[in-house]
Structure formats: C-alpha cells, structure tokens
Nanobody
Framework: VQVVESGGGLVQAGGSLNLSCTVS????????MGWHRQGSGQERDLVAS???????NYGDVVKGRFAISRDNAKNAIYLQMNSLQPWDTAVYYC???????????WGQGTQVTVSS
C-alpha cells in the first residue's frame, strides 16, 4: 500500500494551498481518512477527517478556513486551506483507518510553511 501526499509548500499569510492524499494498492475498504499536523516542538493535532459516508470533523483552529473532501473511488482526500496564517506552519500528515480496525496508517508528511 502506498500513500502519496502532495500540495505542500510556501505561501504568504492570507494565501491558500490545496493538499492531496491518495492511498493506492489497498484491498480493504477505508473507513476514515484525514490530516493531522505537527509544528516544530508541538504535538500532532487533528486538522480534519472524513469518513467513507462523508461525515467530516475539523480541529477547532481550522474551522471555517479549511475544507476536506473525498473521492472514495480513488481512495483520495483533498484539503483546501484558505486564509493561511503563520501558526498553520507544520508538517501535514495524511492518515487512514480501515473498516473494522483501529490502527492508524500514516503518510510521510508534507511541509506547509506560511510566511508573515
């Protein structure tokens, strides 16, 4: 199974980025996919998650600015990030969880840097 993340980079405050994550090679259905982020010296926190059925959940600090979507046929998720601020700077990690399982599978992460 391969997890491919893309879309990170450098952006000025107030700008936007769109992250993508695709899980390929899986033979099992994926229940939940999402993003966590980890800033330097900080814990890994929830950014957003979405289930196969479309239920979404957002971390408090991104509500109203970020939007997550999912393409079940492609096992892919997308994170539209608007009004980015310097405190959004972090490594963003894609993750997924299979139906009937609790183990979290992580991607390698993609760096997002927001300059002031």
């Amino acid at each position: 199974v391969q997890v491919v993340e893309s879309g990170g980079g450098l952006v000025q405050a107030g700008g936007s980025l769109n992250l993508s994550c695709t899980v390929s090679g899986s033979t099992y259905r994926i229940k939940t996919m999402g993003w966590h982020r980890q800033g330097s010296g900080q814990e890994r926190d929830l950014v957003a998650s979405i289930t196969e059925g479309g239920f979404v959940n957002y971390g408090d600090v991104v509500k109203g600015r970020f939007a997550i979507s999912r393409d079940n046929a492609k096992n892919a998720i997308y994170l539209q990030m608007n009004s980015l601020q310097p405190w959004d700077t972090a490594v963003y990690y894609c993750y997924y969880i299979y139906f009937g399982r609790s183990y979290i599978h992580w991607g390698q992460g993609t760096q997002v840097t927001v300059s002031s």
